[in-house]
């Protein structure tokens, strides 16, 4: 999940202009810290857990130590580890704080410029960093910060690239609902709203299996009408109509053409099945 950025993306800018470069907070990039060794570690990383001392600086494409608490993966036997910091202006390595799990690979000076030699062939390369280091470094795990808090939901980003944009909370910003698979392999759709925390609300969810079957949109504000009779005789406890004075979500299946609205009332999502 670390290891899709390309040498080559890295931009060599002042973190100073972090906030301009990356669209905002939520997208500057720092060391990871993990609660746990993550599942999908291979061979060939390290799990440690480590800290920072307070004085050392996060520099462009800079080198710290940090001093091994615990190896939790992997064969490591020294008391301190230098790690490479990676250099852009979507960079703000200690953003996270300067102690905890670390996940990443050892990489010598060769290596590194192995890599750079295969990006400037057209060949794919594992490595994230711009490799002008003298010496061994951990390249660690980095994510962003709308990352992290989408991590600590249990939610990572699905193979989908559609999005629904609106205003799903009323509360005048524009929010994003999008695809996403949880610790269990189902799919869900979850909405980031602007209002507060960065941890996406999840709004639906199934089986992974049905993503071929299901899409979803923006609903426009205005009247409703419900497929109430579905819930029991009389509607059951279903209103006949909604009126949105807000942006909502539809799920649409494909199949069998069933439209669930989603809507914001009372600090949540609510649902009903609606006609169109």
């Known amino acids: 999940?670390?290891?899709?950025?390309?040498?080559?993306?890295?931009?060599?800018?002042?973190?100073?202009?972090?906030?301009?470069?990356?669209?905002?907070?939520?997208?500057?990039?720092?060391?990871?810290?993990?609660?746990?060794?993550?599942?999908?570690?291979?061979?060939?990383?390290?799990?440690?857990?480590v800290e920072f001392d307070r004085h050392q600086v996060a520099t462009l494409n800079g080198v710290v130590t940090a001093h091994v608490r615990r190896v939790l993966h992997g064969i490591y036997s020294g008391s301190e580890i230098r790690v490479g910091l990676g250099g852009s202006s979507c960079t703000d390595s200690f953003q996270f704080g300067r102690r905890g799990i670390v996940v990443g690979r050892l990489v010598t000076p060769e290596q590194g410029q192995a890599g750079i030699d295969a990006l400037e062939n057209g060949e794919p390369s594992e490595l994230r960093l711009m490799w002008p280091y003298g010496e061994t470094v951990l390249d660690p795990v980095t994510e962003t910060r709308i990352g992290r808090a989408e991590r600590l939901a249990g939610l990572a980003r699905a193979n989908d690239n559609h999005d629904a944009n609106g205003d799903f909370d009323g509360d005048g910003r524009i929010d994003t609902a999008r695809y996403f698979e949880?610790?269990?392999?189902?799919?869900?759709?979850?909405?980031?709203?602007?209002?507060?925390?960065?941890?996406?609300?999840?709004?639906?969810?199934?089986?992974?299996?049905?993503?071929?079957?299901?899409?979803?949109?923006?609903?426009?504000?205005?009247?409703?009408?419900?497929?109430?009779?579905?819930?029991?005789?009389?509607?059951?406890?279903?209103?006949?109509?909604?009126?949105?004075?807000?942006?909502?979500?539809?799920?649409?299946?494909?199949?069998?053409?069933?439209?669930?609205?989603?809507?914001?009332?009372?600090?949540?999502?609510?649902?009903?099945?609606?006609?169109?």
């Open 1 to 49: 999940m670390w290891r899709s950025a390309a040498l080559a993306s890295v931009l060599w800018l002042a973190p100073s202009s972090a906030a301009h470069a990356c669209l905002g907070y939520p997208y500057t990039d720092g060391i990871a810290y993990f609660e746990a060794v993550p599942r999908n570690v291979t061979d060939e990383d390290l799990v440690l857990e």
């Open 182 to 276: 949880d610790d269990e392999g189902n799919l869900v759709i979850g909405v980031h709203l602007r209002r507060g925390s960065l941890r996406p609300t999840r709004v639906w969810s199934g089986d992974i299996s049905s993503l071929p079957r299901f899409t979803f949109r923006s609903a426009p504000p205005g009247l409703y009408h419900t497929a109430c009779e579905l819930y029991g005789d009389g509607c059951g406890s279903a209103p006949a109509h909604v009126t949105l004075t807000h942006d909502g979500i539809i799920v649409e299946g494909l199949e069998d053409h069933s439209r669930t609205l989603y809507y914001w009332s009372g600090g949540a999502f609510r649902n009903v099945s609606i006609l169109e």
